[in-house]
């Protein structure tokens, strides 16, 4: 047994040499993970700069596209207004000949001085039943200029559109017999 203390104390040392490594070794690896973290977070603190960076740049490029925007759209309104101001003159006006095409003046109805709308209804009305028409295409009535003893004042009709126009004139040689 004697000889066994010898090879138990070698035994022994060896275990608490390597455990000494061991320890060694887990504190080296603890120093490597910390310093791993701490560049994590500087790598982390570098990146969070670059894109309030970045941020910052691209608000700058959007208020200046904004801008620009803003300044090409007033530009394009203006020149869209100049050349297309023509175009809706020449529109009003078409419109305004087309509602005047629909029109009709009648000469020969009698007038006087106290008459009014309802008087002037009847007279087209009956106009109309003589030339086998009816009035419910007539959209509009009125005496053209003032009233003058023993002269009969034209009356303006606005008619629904110029076909019935067309029929209205075309039988008015029956009002003549």
């Not at 066994?4 to 070698?10: G, K, S």
């Not at 087309?98 to 087209?124: F, P, Q």
């Not at 009969?152 to 629904?160: F, Q």
Request: charged share 35%; proline share 2%.
């Amino acid at each position: 047994m004697e000889r066994c203390y010898p090879l138990l104390d070698r035994l022994s040392n060896e275990v608490e040499d390597s455990e000494r490594r061991l320890l060694d070794g887990q504190e080296e690896l603890i120093a490597s993970q910390r310093a791993l973290v701490e560049a994590q977070g500087q790598l982390v603190k570098l990146q969070c700069e670059l894109l309030e960076k970045r941020d910052k740049e691209i608000t700058a490029v959007q208020s200046t596209a904004e801008e620009e925007i803003k300044t090409f759209s007033s530009v394009l309104k203006k020149q869209c207004d100049t050349a297309l101001a023509p175009k809706r003159i020449s529109t009003a006006i078409s419109s305004a000949t087309e509602d005047r095409m629909s029109n009709v003046i009648v000469h020969g109805l009698d007038d006087c001085k106290s008459e009014n709308n309802t008087d002037l209804e009847l007279d087209v009305r009956r106009l109309f039943d003589k030339m086998g028409e009816c009035t419910t295409n007539v959209w509009g009535i009125e005496r053209l200029g003032r009233y003058k003893e023993g002269t009969n004042r034209p009356v303006k009709l606005r008619l629904s559109g110029r076909n019935f126009r067309d029929r209205i004139l075309s039988s008015k040689s029956s009002l003549k017999k």
